[in-house]
């Protein structure tokens, strides 16, 4: 797999403009935001509908399970309709359910909401396709990267601006401010964004069919699948668990302390465009194991120095830092080489593939709340650690 990656056969593409990229990146960064504000928030907002806290994973989990749904449902649609007219359509129906959520009072109306928010996030992996489509093949990887950088961004961001809001204007108000963001977006995205019409006429349940071939018959596909299912489970657990690590009397953090360490992750957004250079330089299996062991390393790191350890704080900064980087390095090694299977499958493929690892991230977040309730935080990062480990371990059996 280190080979360069071999180019489709659609006619090469002009080079991309900055402006184009820049505003594909900032709309995956506002969208992708609205699946990750309410992990900072479990423990208000499992409080107001009465959650136990054994099961207050679910509020993180069932927006994730809306996510892989629109993944396997939605997405492949960017193979065959417009792509403008989709991206704006899906955007207004996620401000409304966003919407609905920043005013639930009932557990079931705001569950059912979260999933629905889930399910319209997907417009960002409709867009990441849509910017491999319009780069050409050499810097692909790189427009890519920087696509995906902005994407990173709304991660990270997301959870400090969550934890901020709520702190003084209550969790509710979080909400309502991102279904306004998503709306104007609509707006912004129909009247900048370039059309594009795929050339595709299948029909809609033939490309649902296709989505299990490209599955069955291509093993880049599965391989990608599984090394990010791993990787991004561990995210999704760590991320999920350790503000409630942070809030209790272990560190005793506010909210907006809890905000402040979120930031750290924001640096993990940087090895997005390295990773998508060191791709079309043709060294995706080196760049690999260089993301895992990232991911493994950095875990080690906080289980050596526990939180009763002097400098637990610094150490637990510098392991969300690197296991962001190396999740986001991953990722775009990954897209990377899907996205060499065909321009015609690609929205297709991204939903496959995205589909995959964030069933791995809604597993990851259920079994972290699950494992810090019942074993706590060492008990956590271990099982944590497990899963990049069991990565690297199926990295070694590629030999090509």
Known sequence: MSAPLASSAAPAARPMSGWTTLLLAVACGIIVANLYYAQPLIGPISGDLKLPPEVAGVIVTLTQIGY???????????DRLENR???????????????????ARSTPVFLAASVCVGLGSVVAQILVPFAANLAPEATRGRVVGNVMSGLFAGIMLARP??????????????FAGSAVANLLLAGFLLRTLPR??????????????????????????????????FAFGTFSLFWTTVPLLLASPAFGMSQSQIALFALAGVAGAVAAPVAGRLADRGLVRSGTFLALGLVAAALL???????????????????????DMGVSANLILSQRVIFSIGADVRSRV????????????????????????????????????ALPVLALLYAFTDKR
Not at 68 to 78: C, E, H, K, S
Not at 199 to 228: D, E, G, I, K
Not at 302 to 320: C, D, K, N
């Open 68 to 78: 892989v749904l629109g993944l396997l449902f939605l997405v492949p649609l960017g």
């Open 85 to 103: 007219k989709l991206v704006v359509g899906v955007l207004m129906l996620t401000a409304g359910a966003l919407a609905v959520t920043a005013f």
């Open 161 to 174: 601006i969550a934890s901020l809001v709520a702190d003084v204007f209550g969790w509710h108000a979080v």
């Open 196 to 229: 594009r019409q795929p050339q595709s006429s299948m029909a809609y349940p033939a490309l649902l069919r296709s989505m299990w071939n490209l599955l069955r018959t291509s093993a880049l596909l599965r391989r990608r699948a599984v090394y990010h299912v």
């Open 301 to 323: 790191l906080a289980i050596l120095v526990p939180p009763s350890m002097p400098g637990a704080l610094a150490a637990l900064v510098v392991t969300a830092i690197v296991i």
């Open 350 to 385: 991204n939903g496959v593939f995205m589909a995959l690892f964030f069933a791995g991230g809604a597993a990851g977040s259920t079994l972290g709340v699950w494992t810090y309730a019942h074993g706590g935080w060492m008990t956590t990062l271990w099982v944590a650690l």
